[in-house]
């Protein structure tokens, strides 16, 4: 070999492996573990949590039992004999059970390195192998089936081989953050603990180049699937930032580069870029695809953009204090119903939100502000730490609230800001009595621009639709969600209460260019400004609109605090049509709560509670009023329920509808349709010794009411007025709506 050639030789191999290490790396420099759930540079911190987990505090205590559980009693499911190839939908079984393995794998982790930590609670003590006076033993066991089970994780997302599998992209993503943080704490251990690890880091290296050889082909998603499996590339590439297996003349690496996993992550995720996924669901301040989907979205984003923040010490992409970030969180804080839970918007099911959690860590970039902060510990406590015994409960560590921090959540009695919300971007209106666990809450859904048009797939037809909670419990419902191969069920116009046009609502989410895409159909509801519309004031209300079927419909919803939800209909078309006035109810053959019915409605008890509920309609126009079995899934079982439909035929047709139901244990609530003059609506709502006298009269002239039982004669001109009567027959105004007059 000549000098040359023996010069140009030696200086590729020299140069070979530099990209490798000078190109691919992601923050080489920081080499500290553990780095999610905790920091291994912050030991206050880690102090602090353990102190916090010996004195049993929550939620701090509840994780480590929730991981000590998955620990000793978790059993992992090899891929290899499990026969997910044989079962439908194979790859949601296969990653799911990766991901379920992920969980075991890092409970056993966790709970090793904590105890190198000095973490050996007196309340649980950890187990010692026989013959053993330390769980020493027991702990390298513990490490050691944890590596066990990295070694054996399927790498590979084949996308090649069809929809099926891209589809499964977001419990693929799952899979890997699970694996990637049993892999972090393993490799924080000590060398006398740490079993070897390179075998599971080359399999997270594999799964991770999949995800990014792939990640760009749910670019026109742009939801959560393109989320998910953007935050799995973050977290590896976090978690793996010095991976280098990459080498410029191997193509076979090209996608092994914790920088391109960041680069892609940081595309799709990114605040305020027009590339980011996440921009483009949150860019109206809430989640286009509705309440589930933002918490599954978040549920692998915000993991991600805690430990990214930590990792970088607050350096980086401001993601946890981004508005992008923040404001979807506000606003499911916003819709909280009495319970804790967050309603459902679009294809959704009731469930208890465990996003405020990751803002609650201390350091730059952490979150927006001081006061988001306290709303979202307050939130978070409120509802018992939703997630901290959970899958995720490793990452709920990272909270470490201030005693400051946490005096002011606990000195908030209610968040700021009026107690009823009426949001017409965000497309949804909340009516409450207040925000206790007995008091009222009603959602209105007014879904426009962005946040109709961006919900694509997961778009539920909710014109005007309404839910109603009182008393602890859900009087009239939203149909939920069975999943997306049965989204039909539950996403058109006749499943919700709203009002019907010739039977049918404004067309549902449609296929658009074959798999590729789904158009979210439906049309815009918009929220109506004036003296129907109002936060304020005891009686809480709001006015939408929108056309549909060559109609259109505007609705007026109003809360007598606890006592009713009161619904006014005015349905115009040019030529005759027939409108149904539905209501959804939380009873009926399907709860086991069987319907009675009654002169103008039903009456039932509510599913959970048994609260005694009464539904009434009047109609301007000759009316049949009929029952139907519809399907739901809410989260609460069992699903099924029963809805009743007001019906009326012409060109101009208005509904007044009320809906009340009684405090457990307390007298039933009675509906009754009046007689009213010139063409006026009214109802009374009987409850707990008192009568309310509701008019619609739109017209505005002097219209008068005959309440009948022996009470005065009620006469207005006023286009909406509430009157109540005492059990003495002496009466008070609640309501009015527009100038006119009132007497009874």
């Known amino acids: 070999m ?33 780095r999610v759930g905790f920091d291994g540079r912050d030991a206050a911190h880690i102090a602090r949590t353990i102190q916090r987990i010996e004195n049993r505090e929550e939620p701090w205590a509840g994780a480590y039992a929730r991981l000590r559980d998955r620990a000793e009693q978790g059993r992992p499911i090899p891929h290899g004999g499990s026969g997910w190839k044989t079962k439908p939908d194979p790859y949601s079984v296969l990653y799911g059970q990766e991901a379920h393995n992920g969980e075991i794998a890092a409970a056993k982790a966790t709970v090793a390195w904590l105890w190198t930590q000095g973490l050996d609670p007196s309340w649980r003590p950890l187990p010692r192998l026989p013959g053993e006076a330390s769980p020493e033993g027991w702990i390298r066991r513990q490490a050691q089936e944890a590596a066990d089970i990295l070694d054996g994780l399927y790498d590979d997302w084949p996308v090649w ?3 099926e599998v891209l589809d499964r992209g977001i419990k693929a993503a799952d899979a890997l953050v699970m694996q990637l943080a049993a892999y972090d704490l393993l490799a924080a251990l000590p060398a006398s603990l740490r079993p070897g690890l390179q075998r599971a880091e080359r399999r997270l290296g594999n799964l991770a180049s999949d995800l990014r ?31 280098r297996r990459y080498r410029w003349y191997d193509p076979k690496t090209w996608w092994h580069r914790p920088k391109g996993w960041m680069r892609a992550a940081t595309r799709r995720l990114h605040p305020t870029r027009r590339s980011s996924a996440w921009r483009h669901q949150a ?7 509705g309440t589930s989907y933002f918490h599954y979205a978040a549920d692998l984003a915000l993991p991600f953009f805690s430990t990214y923040q930590r990792f970088l010490s607050g350096r980086g992409v401001p993601y946890l204090s981004s508005d992008a970030v923040n404001d979807p969180v506000a606003w499911c804080i916003g819709l909280r119903l009495p319970d804790g839970r967050r309603p459902i918007v679009d294809n959704a099911r009731l469930y208890f939100d465990t996003t405020p959690g990751y803002f609650l860590s201390r350091g730059r970039g952490r979150s927006r502000s001081s006061a988001d902060q306290e709303l979202f510990l307050w939130d978070w406590k409120r509802s018992g730490y939703p997630g901290a015994r959970g899958r995720r409960a490793l990452f709920f560590f990272a909270a470490d609230p201030t005693p400051t921090l946490v005096q002011r959540a606990d000195a908030l009695t209610a968040p700021p800001g009026t107690v009823s919300r009426i949001d017409g971007r965000r497309g949804t209106a909340v009516l409450r009595s207040g925000w206790g666990p007995d008091d009222a809450h009603a959602l209105v859904l007014a879904q426009a621009g962005l946040m109709r048009t961006r919900g694509y797939g997961h778009e539920a037809v909710s014109n005007g639709a309404f839910t109603y909670f009182v008393h602890g419990d859900q009087v009239t419902i939203d149909p939920g969600y069975y999943g997306w191969p049965q989204v039909e069920k539950t996403n058109r116009g006749r499943h919700r209460s709203m009002v019907l046009v010739d039977g049918e609502g ?3 989410v449609h296929r658009f260019l074959g798999f590729l895409h789904y158009l979210s159909g439906g049309t815009d509801t918009r929220v109506v400004p004036g003296a129907r519309t109002s936060a304020t ?12 079927r060559g109609a259109r419909v ?11 939800l009161l619904v006014e209909d005015r349905c115009e078309a040019r030529t005759e049509k027939t409108f149904t006035a539905q209501v959804q109810l939380n009873g009926g053959t399907p709860k086991q709560r069987p319907l009675t019915r009654t002169p103008a409605g039903v009456h039932y008890e509510t599913a959970r509670k048994r609260l005694q509920a009464a539904v009434g309609f009047t109609a301007s126009a000759p009316a049949t009023i009929t029952t139907s079995t519809r399907e739901s899934s809410t989260g609460e ?8 439909e007001c019906t009326a035929r012409g060109r101009s047709v208005r509904f007044l509808t009320a809906v009340a139901a009684a405090p457990p244990g307390a007298v039933a609530p009675e509906v009754h349709a009046l007689r009213a003059s010139g063409g006026a609506l009214a109802l009374a709502v009987v409850s707990g010794g008192e009568t309310d006298v509701v008019v619609s009269n739109p017209a505005g002239t002097p219209v008068d009411v005959d309440p009948g039982a022996g009470l005065p004669r009620v006469r207005t001109s006023h286009a909406l007025a509430v009157v109540r009567f005492d059990a003495q027959g002496r009466g008070r105004t609640v309501w009015t709506v527009g100038s006119g007059s009132l007497s009874y």
């Open 2 to 34: 000549t000098p040359l050639r023996s010069f140009l030789f030696a200086t590729l191999l020299l140069t070979a492996g530099v990209p490798a290490r000078a190109e691919s790396d992601f923050e080489g420099r920081l080499t500290h573990r553990p």
């Open 161 to 163: 081989r069809g929809f």
């Open 213 to 243: 050889f792939w990640e760009w082909l749910l670019a026109l998603w742009r939801n959560n699937h393109t989320v998910r499996v953007a935050s799995g590339l973050g977290m590896a590439a976090v978690v793996l930032n010095r991976h």
């Open 283 to 289: 860019q109206a301040g809430a989640w286009a695809e």
């Open 506 to 508: 404004p067309r549902g």
């Open 537 to 548: 004031g005891s009686v809480p209300s709001v006015e939408v609109e929108s056309e549909y």
């Open 554 to 564: 505007r609705r007026t919803v109003f809360l007598l605090g606890t006592r009713a």
């Open 637 to 644: 079982r069992p699903d099924g329920h029963e809805a009743v």
